[in-house]
């Protein structure tokens, strides 16, 4: 495809001046009479980007809105996918397309989250759907073949898009597959540039599984390969390889029409023995849950407004709550209030409680809460797997090669909306004998904005670049003379890059984000 | 022979010139010409029109910097050839090059103030930055190539390149550039 716009952006780039054509010639190029390169060393926390041990690219996505689905393929080719790279996007005849039913060739498996596209497998002997019980979670397992891809949202007011790939022994998605298990994982950008791979797997103790990748995506599409090992016995039988690639996109057919979400600062209210009552929001990408557990008589008012027919009045817990945009509900904590971002005014409410005449003195007890609309931040950290971090260096591996420090990124809702970077250590995959002792939060320039190891206490970041180093402890074998243990500290670095979604030029209505599957040709 | 010597030769009219350009920077024009048109015998044509060029233009022109005014040639008619056959033969790593430049490069009218900008943002970029940009769109070389080169990854050969064409491209749109 002619590209006329490239080659102008070419010759323009072409006219730039002698001496910066002269400095970038490789020394290969630069012929006699041309003094060699000064090597130019990248800045401190960059270098670690640059060791030998490779670079993975992880980008974080959290947007307050996320819609997710599941795509998932397998290829069982058996004649490998990449590194190298077999699929070229976007080339003649290989075009991508999203919203298609796959897949006419290649052994391929797809599952989209809209139900639009159903497995086809060839070389498996059956395959099963499994749909969590939220609804959210897509996954599809060869079985066999013991895997299973998800794409997840999770709940609360962000709600990151997840892709991962576990083994299935231990679930109860599916059958058992023992002679079968996930050796390696990948995953590429769409120019087949690696962004991770992973060959050991850490134990979800959640998941009850071997959770090989679990990453934030980024709007964008992503190649997925893994390997799949099949031992009988102790022989090694067959080794396939399987991809699926994930278009994480902006939907347009579920309309949000702000990004909102609610904050409080208290979640319970007491007053006065015996009344009390606890309420709780739960913000989604649709809208917020409000649940309290007292179903008695409710008065729902707008403080900015004070109005109460406008944003409903539970005068008792069987009346219809005239909510905003609300299905008919009352304030329950087996029915919770919805508040729906489509129709709810931005603003500060209350709830009293009015089931009961307060004693002299004492007023209603009542729960405030804010709607409010913010922004949507995309969170990118660099690194070589931020979500389990390896060593800075490959001489100093974390634990025997395997990761077993997880590092979670978040981006919370702040006082001021600001996204929030928080390292903590992952509960799963702690090992005796190491520790992180401290992590620091840089800004772009390397002031310190944070400098402790305070997990429960992420720290703003805000918007920009910064950089993240960890310090940790790893304990050695034990020294019978010393009657002590080796050990020493050890440092993991990363860059995070926040910054506005869109950059502020998405339309309101283009959240959330959708996970769509597309073919592997 | 120095850079001036040979330039001396071209003012002399000295076919000499164009043999000790070949000797000192045939390899460097030739590689420059590969690089885009991926063809041996293309790319042997593309050197020898670059030598012909030269021929035909020092003098009047005297340039400062003799590799770079070879390798601006070289690269020009090489584009030159690969646009009038890509239809036949594309380079999908040139053409990556040239999708990646349209993002952050508009294409406008340019009166020199364009250039003027693009120079300007790369003179004051990073160093290793600036190698690289200019090592992957100008020179054309491979990402794996320059990574060897610099010491890096392939993959942080390709973040800072990605980042270096959304600065350029930020930096153009203050400027009044749409991109």
């Known amino acids: 495809m002619t590209n006329e716009k490239g080659f102008t952006a070419y010759a323009l780039l072409g006219q730039v001046a002698d001496d910066m054509v002269v400095d970038t010639l490789l020394p290969e190029d630069r012929g006699a009479g041309v003094a060699p390169v000064k090597k130019e060393r990248p800045r401190r926390f960059m270098s670690f980007l640059e060791s030998g041990w490779g670079v993975a690219i992880i980008c974080a996505l959290v947007a307050v809105s996320v819609m997710g689905g599941i795509i998932w393929a397998g290829n069982q080719t058996g004649t490998g996918v990449p590194p190298g790279g077999t699929v070229e996007p976007e080339s003649e005849g290989n075009t991508i397309e999203t919203n298609t039913p796959l897949l006419e060739q290649n052994n391929v498996v797809v599952y989209g989250a809209d139900g639009a596209c159903y497995p086809k497998r060839i070389l498996c002997n059956s395959t099963d759907l499994t749909q969590g019980e939220d609804g959210l979670e897509h996954g599809v397992t060869a079985d066999g073949l013991g895997f299973v891809g998800h794409m997840k949202q999770y709940g609360g007011a962000d709600l990151p898009t997840v892709v991962w790939a576990k083994d299935v022994e231990t679930t109860d998605y599916v059958d058992v597959a023992p002679n079968y298990t996930i050796t390696q994982i990948s995953m590429y950008d769409m120019n087949m540039v690696e962004q991770m791979t992973k060959t050991a797997m850490t134990l979800d103790d959640e998941m009850f599984a071997a959770r090989f990748i679990e990453r934030w995506l980024s709007v964008g599409k992503w190649y997925v390969s893994f390997r799949v090992t099949h031992r009988e016995g102790n022989s090694h039988h067959c080794e396939c390889d399987y991809a699926f690639i994930a278009d994480v996109r902006q939907t347009l057919d579920t309309i949000v029409t702000r990004n909102c979400t609610v904050k409080t600062d208290k979640d319970r209210y007491e007053w006065g023995n015996p009344y009390y009552f606890t309420a709780t929001l739960t913000s989604t990408v649709e809208g917020a849950y409000l649940q309290v557990d007292d179903p008695d008589a409710w008065l729902l008012v707008n403080l900015d407004t004070g109005e109460k027919g406008s944003v409903g009045v539970i005068d008792t817990p069987y009346d219809t709550l005239i909510a905003p945009a609300s299905p008919a509900s009352y304030a329950r904590s087996s029915y919770p209030l919805f508040f729906d971002w489509k129709t709810t005014p931005p603003g500060r409410y209350r709830l009293t409680y009015t089931g009961t005449e307060p004693a002299e003195g004492e007023e209603y007890p009542y729960y405030d809460f804010e709607i409010y609309e913010h922004d949507v931040y995309v969170l990118e950290a660099y690194g070589d797997n931020p979500g389990n971090i390896t060593a800075l260096e490959e001489q100093i591996a974390w634990g025997e090669g395997d990761p077993v420090i997880d590092v979670v990124f978040s981006i919370q809702d702040s006082a001021s909306n600001l996204p929030i970077v928080s390292v903590k250590e992952s509960a799963g995959c702690q090992i005796v004998g190491t520790e992180i002792r401290s992590w620091i939060l840089y800004d772009e320039n390397f002031n310190i904005l944070y400098q402790g190891r305070e997990w429960s206490n992420p720290v703003e970041a805000g918007i920009g670049t910064f950089y993240v180093e960890i310090l940790g402890y790893k304990q050695g074998d034990y020294i019978p003379e010393a009657d002590e243990y080796e050990g020493g500290l050890y440092t993991y670095a990363f860059c995070l890059e926040v910054r506005p979604y869109c950059d502020g030029s998405c339309a309101e209505t283009e959240l959330p984000y959708d996970v769509e599957t597309t073919p592997v040709e | ?179």
């Open chain 2, 1 to 179: 022979m120095t850079d001036q010597e040979i330039i001396n030769l071209y003012f002399a009219r000295d076919e000499q010139a164009i043999a000790e350009t070949d000797r000192q920077y045939g390899t460097t024009c030739m590689r420059t010409a590969m690089r885009i048109l991926d063809s041996r015998s293309d790319a042997e044509e593309c050197v020898n029109d670059t030598y012909l060029k030269a021929w035909n233009s020092i003098p009047p022109e005297r340039p400062n910097v003799l590799v770079a005014f070879l390798c601006r040639i070289t690269r020009n008619l090489a584009v030159t050839r690969y646009r009038a056959a890509h239809r036949h033969k594309r380079n999908k790593d040139l053409e990556l090059s040239l999708n990646e430049l349209s993002e952050c490069i508009p294409a406008a009218e340019e009166d020199g103030t364009l250039r003027y900008l693009i120079d300007s943002f790369l003179r004051t970029s990073d160093t290793l930055d600036r190698r690289l940009f200019l090592g992957r769109y100008f020179h054309n070389y491979t990402v794996r190539r320059m990574a060897t080169a610099y010491g890096l990854t392939e993959n942080a050969v390709s973040l800072r390149l990605f980042k270096m064409r959304e600065k350029l491209r930020t930096y153009l749109e203050k400027e009044g550039y749409t991109v």
